[in-house]
């Protein structure tokens, strides 16, 4: 995938690849690689060429932002996020566009993966198309569900519009084969990004937005597990939820 920021980051500044891998002594085909293929550089080398850039380096390489590596008793625990605001969009996208069978998204609204990768729905169509199997479920805007969390953060009638919003995103989908799109009534306490056997699971924390909450990184590697867990609790709210229909 493309690194545009970089691109838009060196076109700014009138940055050749040749001038900015003089400036951070490596190959020009080093740079062109991390504009055209999304590759990351040493932190080292990052550093410099953000610094050169003036630009921040974890908006040019989220990747780069890591993780806290999990240390708890569960082998499903592949990492802990301090906030959903400190994963970098680059690894959620990744973990989707390596799906195979499966694509599970449960939220309110989440309008922020449309909003940093307008691409989205295109890639869950390119993964539908070969074979994989996805599900949205966004949270009824008209639910006293979704009108109830929104008093609970303090955004009022902020959470409906937003909902309304992704429904307007996803509504594009609704009848692509392979691709089912629904609306939800339910108390959610955690929002859901699955990919296969991998999931990230965003805690819901009273009276603090979605970004603002814990997430860990699941990797299934044991029949009923944390992530079969997360995975049956999917698919409980599914049974509940309302197809949503195409534009």
């Known amino acids: 995938m493309p690194n545009e920021r970089l691109r838009a980051a060196m076109a700014a500044g009138g940055w050749t690849y040749s001038a900015l891998a003089d400036k951070v002594e490596v190959d020009p085909k080093s740079v062109e690689r991390w504009v055209n293929q999304g590759r990351t550089p040493r932190r080292a080398t ?3 060429a953000a610094e050169t850039l003036r630009e921040d380096v974890h908006a040019l ?9 999990a240390r708890a008793a569960s082998p499903e625990l592949v990492a802990l996020y301090d906030k959903r605001a400190d994963i970098p969009v680059p690894a959620l996208v990744d973990m989707l566009a390596q799906a195979g069978e499966h694509i599970d998204v449960l939220v309110y609204a989440a309008v922020f993966l449309h909003e940093a990768y307008p691409r989205l729905n295109d890639l869950l169509r390119e993964r539908a198309a070969d074979g994989c199997a996805v599900r ?8 006293p569900q979704v009108r109830q969390r929104g008093e609970e953060e303090q955004f009022g009638h902020g959470i409906e519009s937003r909902c309304r919003l992704a429904l307007m995103h996803y509504r594009p989908l609704a009848g692509t084969p392979g691709i089912e799109v629904r609306t939800h009534a339910t108390t959610l306490y955690n929002s859901i990004y699955r990919a296969d056997d991998q999931a990230m699971v965003n805690a819901h924390v009273w009276g603090v937005n979605a970004y603002g909450a814990p997430v860990w990184h699941l990797r299934r590697s044991e029949p009923g597990g ?16 309302t197809p949503v229909r195409g534009a």
């Open 61 to 69: 390489w989220p990747s780069l932002r890591q993780a806290r590596p």
């Open 46 to 48: 990052a550093m410099l």
């Open 226 to 241: 944390m992530f079969d867990t997360y995975a049956s609790s999917f698919d409980a709210v599914w049974d509940t939820a």
């Open 136 to 143: 949205i479920a966004i949270g009824d805007p008209d639910s």
